[in-house]
């Protein structure tokens, strides 16, 4: 299973910008799908997750209201759409694939997905 993030770029605070993770293999539809996001110096940290189905959906209390994660399981790919960017937003994103069910704790943890991309810059102006 290989991951494939794109979108990123330098925006203006209050922009916005939509990332995209594209996935190989004929099995996307049966992982959980998961974006965090890196600064420099930081930790990486939970964004957004969502079920294998896209019936659940976790948020970071940091992004609620202001992003938004889907999926398309016909083009074994999965959104994050941000609105209202910040500076504080300046991050690497990554995607994470993997088996969990996404409205417990763990969904939120790096270490309970198996795969990775390689992360997209996201670069908020003030």
Known sequence: VQLVESGGGLVQAGGSLRVSCAVSGRTFSSYAMAWFRQAPGKERDFVAAISAS??????ADSVKARFT????????????????????????????AGWVNIVLPLARITTTYDYWGQGTQVTVSS
């Open 54 to 59: 896209g019936d659940s959906i976790q948020y």
């Open 69 to 96: 994660i889907s999926r398309d399981n016909a083009k074994n790919t999965v959104f994050l759409q941000m609105n209202s960017l910040k500076p504080e937003d300046t991050a690497t994103y990554y995607c994470a």
